[in-house]
């Protein structure tokens, strides 16, 4: 890479901070670079001037964001104190991981209740969801008891083995 393309790589990603963009895709020509942040965004998508924005950031023959399976996201903050808290907000959190590869699923069938839902006080070995695995259903318990805070995953979703699928909030 040249120091000029070095210079575009570091501006494309203090944008891609900025915006809390979490996956990003480039080609051109025979350079292919792949940007993925550790933290999925849960905000709004960039507003058009945002992108007016990082279409100037992108020389031509480049591609836009890539369509990650949790969506490109943005968060607006007006100072960085409510960041700070709300990051360790979420280091205090429990997460329940995948234990195995399949789909994830919310409910037992198709139209049933969830098992569980965001607000719900749940205890350890009470059943969070379905993984589905080769045809079998793999209830998923949880390790810990406390508030389900947040959902990781969409309902038909592939996870990954150790994928996040839930944050508890622990007693």
């Known amino acids: 890479m ?3 393309e070095i210079k575009e790589l570091k501006e494309l990603i203090e944008f891609l901070k900025e915006n809390d963009i979490g996956e990003f895709d480039l ?5 292919k670079v792949r940007i993925k942040f550790g933290h999925p965004s849960h905000g709004a998508p960039p507003s058009a001037l945002d ?17 990650p399976s949790q969506g490109i996201h943005a968060v ?40 569980v839902k965001i607000g719900d006080e749940i205890e350890s070995g009470q059943v969070l969801c379905i993984v589905e695995a080769m045809k079998l259903m793999n209830e998923i318990e949880s390790d810990a008891a406390g508030e389900v805070v947040k959902r ?16 508890l909030r622990l007693h």
């Open 152 to 167: 990781l995953v969409t309902n038909g979703q592939p996870v990954e083995y150790g994928q996040p699928l839930f944050a």
């Open 2 to 4: 040249t120091p000029d």
């Open 51 to 67: 992108m007016a924005r990082l279409s100037q950031l992108l020389a031509p023959g480049q591609h836009a964001p890539a369509a």
């Open 27 to 31: 080609e051109r020509d025979d350079l």
């Open 76 to 115: 607006a903050s007006t100072s960085p104190a409510p960041v700070a808290d709300a990051q360790a907000e979420e280091e205090a959190l429990h997460i329940v991981k995948s234990p195995i590869v399949g789909t994830f699923y919310e409910s037992s069938s198709p139209g049933a209740a969830a098992f």
